[in-house]
């Protein structure tokens, strides 16, 4: 049974940092790409970062600023992929989501939720002014 459980969310004031985790089990870390994504209320769920397979290749989202605050890192070993927020703002604010998908993507960095095949269930992330 695959399973991907998020971790590290909570209430924050602007200016702050969380650092989140998503822990995998149920597939063979080390061949999957992982993204995380965030979702607000009546909004589509949006592309924060990915992390390929192999040689870890990197991808932001070129919206919302999260480039230059936000770090993606996985650690193989532990079978876990990390988001680091930094210099969070209200705007920040959504349910955020860890996913996995096999593989690299041949299209390019895969930024849309169908790309992806496994979900966790979700951390809310809170950032108040």
């Known amino acids: 049974q695959v399973q991907l459980v998020e971790s590290g969310g909570g209430s924050v004031h602007a200016g702050g940092s969380l650092s989140l985790s998503c822990t995998t089990s149920?597939?063979?870390?080390?061949?999957?790409?992982l993204g995380w994504f965030r979702q607000v209320p009546g909004k589509e769920r949006t592309f924060v970062a990915s992390?390929?397979?192999?040689?870890?290749?990197?991808?932001?989202s070129d919206h919302d600023s999260v480039k230059g605050r936000f770090t993606i890192s996985r650690d193989n070993a532990r079978n876990t992929v990390y988001l680091q927020m930094n210099i969070l703002t209200p705007a920040d604010t959504a349910v955020y989501y860890c996913?996995?998908?096999?593989?690299?993507?041949?299209?390019?960095?895969?930024?849309?939720?169908?790309?992806?095949?496994?979900w966790g269930q979700g951390t809310q992330v809170t950032v108040s002014s």
């Open positions: 996913a996995a998908r096999v593989g690299p993507d041949a299209f390019g960095p895969p930024t849309r939720p169908d790309r992806y095949v496994y």
């Open positions: 149920g597939i063979p870390f080390v061949y999957y790409t």
């Open positions: 992390i390929s397979p192999n040689d870890g290749g990197i991808s932001y």
